[in-house]
């Protein structure tokens, strides 16, 4: 009996050993499995970033030249650009320096689709949310001046148009078949003398040369997300 139940108890263990043993390598495979999963959709999910940031450095890079082309203008109807052989202002170059602004800023949709649906955790690198945060930040910061800038200008600026030229030829350069014939011809040499209308021009200058430094920080993070993610995924490879 004694050598039985000995047997039995060997039996017993061997036959638990088995049991845990099984259920151990289940666990593993599931956890293989489910890694293999997230491995997937982070790849996913970086691929999508990656195209979108990609798309966002070159908006980026077209806005920032847009913002410089506006700061070279303003800088010629104001005579301040040092630049010996000018040419008169006309009334295109007028309009397009004080009309022109632009209020877009660079978008990445598919980090804005992680965030609102709380799935970020699918990026495991820390150093990539972080250079997000950072971004997001920068972005931020970009939108708030650019709402500054677009207040000061329709309050302000925009007051130029209706106060202190002739409209109606500026016409001309969106409505080529209209008369401008018997309009008065805008003396720009002598509107841009005004203190009042120097100062509100002066003051988009400002303004428009700190939303090119705003505009370049949130650039550099673009350049340096698109380096860590693309390093990233070639880790994966």
Known sequence: MENKTSKYFKYAIGEIALVVIGILIALQINNWNEN???????????????????????????????????????????GIDLIQDKKSVTDSIFESAVWDLQTDSPTVNAYINLKNTNKL????????????????????????????RL????????????????????????????????????????????????????MKLSFTQDVINYRENPDTEIKDLLLLIASDLNSKQ
Do not use: C, W
């Open 36 to 78: 293999r999963k997230a491995n997937i959709e982070e790849t996913v999910v970086l691929n999508n970033l990656f195209e979108n940031l990609t798309l966002a450095k070159q908006q980026s890079e077209v806005l920032i030249l847009e913002e410089k082309e506006l700061k070279k203008s303003l800088m010629f109807i104001l």
């Open 121 to 148: 955790s699918l990026i495991k690198s820390k150093e990539i949310n972080e250079k997000f945060s950072g971004f997001e930040f920068s972005i931020n910061k970009l939108k708030d001046l650019l709402e500054d």
């Open 151 to 202: 207040n000061v200008h329709q309050i302000r600026i925009d007051a130029i148009f209706e106060n202190d030229i002739n409209f109606i030829p500026l016409i001309k350069y969106n409505i080529p078949n209209i008369s401008i014939e018997k309009e008065k011809t805008n003396e720009y040499s002598q509107i841009l003398k005004q203190k009042r209308i120097r100062n509100l021009l002066g």
